[in-house]
């Protein structure tokens, strides 16, 4: 399995609250940049496929006023996983392919310096204890209203409405691996409110023990877990 560690540099030390809508840009920009195809496939709502990557971000020194994250230098790293081994190397080359290239930022401007491919070893427990690296949002519809129901780690059901969200991503991604037994477990867990595109919704941070097969850990190791993965939320990192 492979973890991306990419470094940005940006003109001044700060960045936009919502800064995960800014990294959905920037990979919008970097698979459109390699190819049309990638882009298409990722990003076309008419046939888009189900997106089985994730990230978190690393923000040094962050200081949270109004709408603007003022940061203690100019730097700042996202850590970027995919459970597709074919399309991580894709990734790889696109990222390659923004290297030093200034990329717009709202009275400011980024630039990818630096890529580094690293090594995670694979999940051979069925119970592990995993620290979020990004909000893990979970998410159950209401046909019946027609509106979404976010749940906290302290919700009855939390960890139900999570299994769902797991079973649906497993089924669209066709993958054949069994997902009964899974289940979450706060540990330290805590709750925190996120800002995606312009809603603001529940979210949980924190340490959890995951329960479930080799295989679908692993997949969710590097796919993430929960609702809006590939917007930087549902990462975790492995404790215990």
Request: some cysteine.
């Amino acid at each position: 399995m492979i973890q991306l560690s990419l470094e940005f540099q940006l003109e001044k030390p700060q960045l936009p609250l919502e800064y995960e809508r800014l990294m959905v840009s920037f990979l919008k920009a970097a698979s459109r940049n390699y190819s049309e195809d990638m882009f298409e496939r990722l990003y076309n709502k008419e046939h888009s496929i189900i997106k089985s990557f994730t990230f978190s971000t690393y923000l040094p020194g962050a200081v949270f006023k109004g709408d603007t994250i003022f940061l203690r230098d100019n730097r700042f790293k996202v850590f970027f996983t995919d459970a597709d081994m074919g399309q991580i190397i894709e990734w790889f080359n696109a990222f390659q392919l923004m290297r030093y290239k200034q990329y717009p930022v709202s009275g400011n401007s980024m630039k990818l310096i630096s890529i580094r491919s690293n090594n995670r070893k694979d999940i051979v427990d069925d119970e592990i204890i995993v620290k979020m690296q990004s909000p893990l949002i979970v998410r159950r519809h209401d046909s019946v209203t027609n509106k979404d129901i976010y749940y906290t780690y302290a919700d009855e059901g939390f960890s139900k409405a999570l299994c769902e969200n797991v079973e649906i991503f497993i089924q669209k991604m066709e993958i054949g691996v069994d997902t009964e037994g899974l289940s979450i477990e706060p540990v330290k867990a805590r709750k925190v409110v996120v800002n995606c595109f312009g809603r603001k919704v529940d979210a949980n941070l924190g340490i959890y023990k995951l329960r479930g097969n080799c295989e679908l850990l692993n997949i969710l190791y590097q796919a993430g877990m929960g609702a809006r993965r590939s917007e930087g939320h549902g990462k975790f990192e492995i404790l215990l």
